[in-house]
C-alpha cells in the first residue's frame, strides 16, 4: 500500500477539487474522495472543525513556500484552526490514516523545514491571539508575532527577556521551536530559556500542559525541537520591568584581535544591555567591524557611556542615539520590508568556539563577493558575528560548543533566482564551510543550517541528546506523523545537495 497520496493521484483529485467539496478520506485507495464520491466503504469523512480545511490549489501553493525557495513541497491540505481542538482533531486524523502533518509560521526557516509533501500543513496565523499580561508572565498563542507580544505588554512597562535580534515577525511557536537568539542572548540565553510553560499537542493527539515542573521531558523536547514530538499551542513567557529609552551606538573597529576581544568581554560582563555584531566588507575588499551596544534607561538620567567603555579598544564610535524601547525593538523592520523575497537563499548560521572564530572567519573573508553572496547595501557587504555565553543556553536542544565563550555568525546567503551555478556553489561553500566548524569543535544553528542526513542529525545532538530525543519521539509521536522535515529520524529517498 502507498505510505503517502502520490504526487499524480493528488493533482488528480486538486483538479476534481476545484469544482467540488472534499468530503474525507478512501483508506482502500489512500486519496480525498469528493462528496460525489462518498459512496467507498473504506470512506472516512472529515472530522467536523470550528476553522477550515482547505484543499484549493492557491492555499496549498502559499503554504509552500519558505524564506529559502529553495524547497516546495505541495501539501493535500491546509488547516486554518479556529481552535485547539481542530489541531487536536487532525493530528488525531492523520495518525488514523498515516498523513503527515507540519506547522508552518511565518515560514523563515528556509530548508523546507514547514512542509509536508501530500500531507497536512497547519498556518499558525489564526492563533494569534496574545493574552493580558500579568505582572509575571503573558501568554501568547504559537502564531502570534513578537511584535504582537510587545504590543501586548510595553503598554504595562513590562517585555519578556529576549526579543528576536532582527525581525518582529517571526512566531513565538516558530522561534520556540527552533531557539531563539536576540540582541540580549548575551545576558539572558535564547527564548527557549525564557518561557515557563507551554500547551502542547502531542503527536498521537494529545493536549498537555508541561513546564520544567510537570511533563518536563516534553517540555524539554519540545524547546528547539523542530516540532518533533509536539505542536506548541500556547506559551507562557515570564515578564521583566521594561526599560523607555534605549541608547544605541556602534563602536568600530579595524583590528579583528582587538574586536573579538572586546565583544568577548563586553558578552562576560554584561555591561551592556544588548549587543549585536557585524562584519563588513567595502568594496575596496576591505573587512571592517562593528560591535553595536545599547543600554537601557530611563529619561531624564542617561547612560555614562564613557564609564561603560572604559578600557575597550574599538578605533572610532558612531554619535549615540537614544530612542524608546519600542523604536529599538523595531529598528530593522524598515530594512526587513525592502528584502526581496523570491531569492534563493540557503541561509547558514553557525555556533563557533571563541578560541577558533578568529580561524574560522579567516575562510569566510577569503571568499570572493561573487562567492559569499551575502546582503550588499551600497556595494558593502555584511554579515553578523555576535558572541555568547554558552552556559546560558540551557536548552538540550540548543546545541552549542562546549566552550564557555562561542560566536554566533549569521551568512544570510542568496543568489538570482533561476541561477543554478551559483546556487550550486553556494551550497558546496556551505558544506564546506559546516565540515570546517564541525573540525573547530562548532555547532550548527538547526534552522538555518542545510539538510541534514540521520546520521548528522546524531552527531549534531550527541549520543545522550539523541537518545532523549529519540525516545520521547516514540513516546509523544509513535506513528511518526508530525514534521516531515526536517527527515530526523530517516533519510529522504530524493536526493538534495542542500
Ligand atoms: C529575515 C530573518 C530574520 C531572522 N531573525 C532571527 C532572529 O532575530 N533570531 C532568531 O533566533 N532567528 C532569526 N531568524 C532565523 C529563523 O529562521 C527563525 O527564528 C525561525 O524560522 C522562526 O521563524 P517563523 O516564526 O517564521 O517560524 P517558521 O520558520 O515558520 O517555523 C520554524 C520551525 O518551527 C516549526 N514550528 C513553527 N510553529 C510551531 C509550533 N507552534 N509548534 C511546533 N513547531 C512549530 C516549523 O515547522 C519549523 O520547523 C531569522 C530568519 C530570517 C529569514
Known amino acids: 500500500m502507498e505510505e503517502h497520496l502520490s504526487r499524480r493521484r493528488f493533482i488528480k483529485l486538486a483538479a476534481v477539487a476545484g469544482g467540488a467539496t472534499i468530503a474525507g478520506f478512501d483508506l482502500s485507495v489512500r486519496s480525498w474522495v469528493t462528496q460525489a464520491q462518498v459512496q ?3 470512506f472516512q469523512s472529515i472530522p467536523k472543525l470550528d476553522g477550515a480545511l482547505l484543499f484549493d490549489e492557491v492555499s496549498r501553493q502559499a503554504i509552500a513556500v519558505d524564506r529559502g525557495n529553495l524547497f516546495h513541497r505541495l501539501p493535500a491540505a491546509v488547516l486554518r484552526p479556529g481552535s485547539v481542538q481542530d489541531v487536536i482533531t487532525m493530528v488525531q486524523y492523520a495518525n488514523q ?5 507540519a506547522i508552518k509560521g511565518q515560514g523563515h526557516s528556509p530548508y523546507g523545514q514547514t512542509q509536508a509533501e501530500a500531507g ?3 498556518d499558525s496565523s489564526t492563533f494569534g491571539a496574545v493574552h493580558t499580561p500579568t505582572l509575571e508572565s503573558v501568554d501568547a498563542q504559537c502564531g502570534a508575532l513578537w511584535g504582537e507580544v510587545a504590543t501586548a505588554t510595553l503598554p504595562k512597562e513590562l517585555t519578556p527577556r529576549v526579543f528576536p535580534a532582527t525581525c518582529m515577525a517571526l512566531t513565538v511557536g516558530g522561534t520556540l521551536s ?3 537568539h536576540g540582541s540580549t ?3 539572558y540565553g535564547a527564548q527557549v530559556d525564557n518561557v515557563t510553560e507551554l500547551d502542547v499537542v502531542t503527536g498521537d493527539g494529545r493536549l498537555v500542559t508541561c513546564s520544567p515542573a510537570h511533563e518536563s521531558e516534553l517540555f524539554n523536547m519540545v524547546l528547539a525541537g523542530l516540532g518533533q514530538c509536539g505542536i506548541i499551542v500556547r506559551a507562557r513567557i515570564p515578564l521583566i520591568p521594561a526599560p523607555s529609552h534605549v541608547m544605541l551606538h556602534n563602536l568600530l573597529y579595524t583590528d579583528l584581535d582587538n574586536y573579538l576581544k572586546d565583544q568577548l568581554r563586553i558578552a562576560a560582563d554584561g555591561r551592556f544591555n544588548s549587543q549585536r555584531g557585524l562584519m563588513s566588507r567595502n568594496q575596496e575588499g576591505k573587512w571592517s567591524f562593528t560591535i553595536e551596544v545599547g543600554q537601557f534607561f530611563s529619561p531624564p538620567t542617561e547612560p555614562n557611556l564613557a564609564a561603560l567603555e572604559a578600557g575597550l579598544q574599538f578605533a572610532s564610535a558612531t554619535a549615540p542615539v537614544s530612542m524608546t524601547y519600542r523604536e529599538y525593538l523595531y529598528r530593522f523592520e524598515a530594512r526587513n520590508a525592502t528584502q526581496p523575497i523570491n531569492r534563493p537563499s540557503p541561509y547558514l548560521t553557525l555556533y563557533i568556539p571563541a578560541s577558533a572564530t578568529k580561524e574560522y572567519l579567516s575562510h569566510i573573508f577569503a571568499l570572493s563577493p561573487e562567492r559569499a553572496r551575502l546582503p550588499q547595501t551600497n556595494g558593502v557587504e555584511t554579515f553578523s ?3 555568547l555565553n554558552t552556559r546560558r543556553f540551557t536548552c538540550p536542544l540548543f546545541t552549542v560548543p562546549t566552550e564557555e565563550q562561542a560566536f554566533s555568525v549569521w551568512l544570510f546567503r542568496s543568489v538570482d533566482p533561476g541561477d543554478q551555478a551559483a546556487l550550486s556553489a553556494v551550497l558546496a561553500s556551505n558544506r ?3 565540515a570546517k566548524m564541525t573540525e573547530l569543535g562548532g555547532k550548527r544553528n538547526v534552522p538555518n543550517s542545510m539538510v541534514l542526513s540521520h546520521e548528522e542529525w546524531k552527531a549534531h545532538f550527541g549520543p545522550n541528546v539523541w537518545q532523549r530525543l529519540s525516545k520521547a519521539k516514540q513516546k509523544y509521536d509513535p506513528k511518526s506523523v508530525l514534521s516531515p522535515e526536517p527527515a530526523m529520524f530517516s533519510d529522504h ?3 538534495s545537495d542542500a
Request: contains cysteine; glycine residues 8%; charged residues 15%.
Open 40 to 42: 467507498t466503504p473504506s
Open 97 to 101: 490514516h498515516a498523513l503527515k502533518i
Open 120 to 122: 497536512i500543513v497547519i
Open 178 to 180: 527552533v531557539g531563539g
Open 185 to 187: 542572548s548575551h545576558r
Open 385 to 387: 558575528c555576535s558572541p
Open 432 to 434: 564546506a564551510l559546516l
Open 493 to 495: 529517498k530524493e536526493s
